[in-house]
């Protein structure tokens, strides 16, 4: 295999969902907003930060600035590292450069917090390269990211992604890219099947014959 593997990360790599939780819970306590639901915290995972407290809270303008700030605060405080690595992932990354594919990581979330996040859980090394959004959120959306990703390694033979929502097979859809969806992440029975998904992985280690029939 000689290939370009972008890699999403919440969802995909690790399962950060207790610290994102958690700090969308301080966000929301800050603003006086109600316990966030079950259903609102499961769409925060995923997104851009900006987009999923507009989306999922219902927040505009200023208050989604101090949500952010709120959430951010708390995050970079240490929730960040609540964020384990999925399973198998490990395995999977060794196998791929050992085949000779070139990895990267195509991420939503801020890119100073995804380098971070990715060497505290001892996956750095595995990437050629790091790209996410800025943290003025000028850069945030998963098609812009891909965009940066693409544009960094554009010797990458047969670009494909595998990320673990619909708008990362979007993302991936709008430069023509198929994404292997990663079916042990936190989408929705059918997300990522209806979203447009090359193929689905139950789990990492099904990844690389997903890959092979792409």
Known sequence: MSRLVLFD??????????????????????????????????????????????????????????????????YRAGAMFDAAVYPGIPEL????????????????????????ILDHAGLLPAFAGVHGATLDGAVRHKHEVVAAALAAHPDGERPVLVGDRSHDVLGAAAHGLPCVGAGWGPALPGELAAAGAAAIAATPADVVAALTSL
Do not use: C, N
């Open 9 to 74: 990360m919440d969802g995909t790599l690790v399962d950060s969902t207790p610290g994102i939780w958690a700090s969308v819970r301080v966000a929301a306590a800050e603003l006086g907003l109600p316990e966030p639901t079950p259903g609102q915290l499961r769409s925060m995972v995923g997104p851009p930060l900006q987009d999923g407290f507009a989306s999922a809270l219902g927040l505009a303008g200023d208050d989604v600035d101090r949500a952010v700030a709120a959430y951010r605060a708390h």
């Open 93 to 116: 990354l060794a196998v791929l450069r050992a085949d000779g594919a070139t990895l990267a990581v195509a991420t939503s979330k801020p890119e100073p917090f995804a380098v971070r």
